[in-house]
């Protein structure tokens, strides 16, 4: 087994570019599994300037998701017992019937969950139908990740949650930046500077007092304390599990204390809201690291 990273590139200004998973395939072998952006061209002009000797390319496989609480017993179905073996955020390479995988236990919805990447894409057909295959019995229909469970574990979408004029800092993800390596990388300098001069905005955890909310925010969410705006919500859902209207949202630091009530203007109407602990559910990823 190979380790797997979740990882955050950044500009010169220390703005996120991209937040994807990164996968060591071999020791000088890296795959980057990419949120809603490019980088490719981004990462080809650093190679060009960084006089390393790395070649940068798009690898042709075509990623798919299976999540949800019985994918593990798919997964079985397809691999085998010693795929209950795979840690999660490791990864692991396999052949399935003359169809060559990487298999990676991580995915973009806070459940029991593998990404799979296809590796030939001439297969693409044959191991679609033996995964749908193996999922009759349980349902396995193909589909988005539930938004309402990446919201409930606190999970980024980038060009809502976070995008190139959010930093780590903001978003919580301190742990992901290491300013005091020797090992320089693009954004440092600036990172450094944010981090001396603290932020100015939090992301925080949000519940919506109002009825259940029809559908996930299409539009960002005016949030107002004394008729000021200090924030917005950026992802908002109801959560059938937690009886709840729960939401993420960037506001001014120092309003991002939990148990801070303010008004937000939804769709639907204008309702308080209070700060509260995120993830909403299952902080400590017990589910998918089962």
């Not at 999540?67 to 209950?84: A, C, N, R, W, Y």
């Not at 806070?110 to 990447?117: D, H, K, M, P």
């Not at 988005?144 to 930093?167: P, V």
Request: proline fraction near 4%; charged fraction near 25%.
């Amino acid at each position: 087994m190979v380790n797997v990273r979740y990882v955050l590139i950044t500009n010169n200004e220390g703005g996120i570019l991209n937040d994807p998973v990164l996968l060591r395939l071999a020791e000088n072998h890296f795959w980057l599994s990419l949120a809603d952006s490019d980088v490719l061209l981004w990462a080809q002009g650093v190679a060009v300037n960084s006089g390393l000797n790395v070649q940068i390319k798009e690898p042709d496989v075509s990623p798919l998701q299976l999540q949800g609480p019985t994918s593990g017993e798919i997964m079985v179905k397809l691999f085998g017992e010693d795929i209950k073996d795979l840690k999660y955020y490791w990864l692991r390479e396999y052949n399935l019937d003359g169809i060559p995988l990487i298999v990676s236990r991580t995915g973009w919805s806070s459940e029991l969950g593998y990404e799979i990447y296809l590796r030939d894409g001439s297969k693409g057909n044959e191991l679609y139908e033996k995964i749908m295959e193996a999922g009759k019995e349980h349902g396995l229909q193909p589909g988005h990740t539930s938004s309402i469970r990446r919201i409930e574990g606190g999970m980024l979408s980038y060009h809502a949650d976070a995008d190139i004029n959010t930093n780590p800092f903001e978003l919580g993800l301190d742990r992901l930046v290491s300013l005091e390596s020797d090992i320089n990388f693009v954004g440092k300098d600036a990172l450094k500077k944010i981090k001396q001069n603290g932020i100015t905005r939090k992301q925080v955890g949000l519940e919506i007092d109002c009825k259940p909310l029809k559908g996930p925010n299409t539009t960002f969410w005016k949030i107002t304390k004394d008729d000021n705006q200090i924030g917005k919500v950026t992802s908002a859902v109801y959560s059938p599990r937690l009886k709840k209207n729960i939401a993420l949202a960037m506001i001014s630091v120092e309003h991002s204390e939990i148990g801070n009530e303010f008004k937000v203007t939804t769709s639907e109407g204008i309702f308080g809201c209070t700060v509260v602990e995120k993830p909403f559910y299952d902080p400590k990823k017990k589910i998918a690291n089962s």
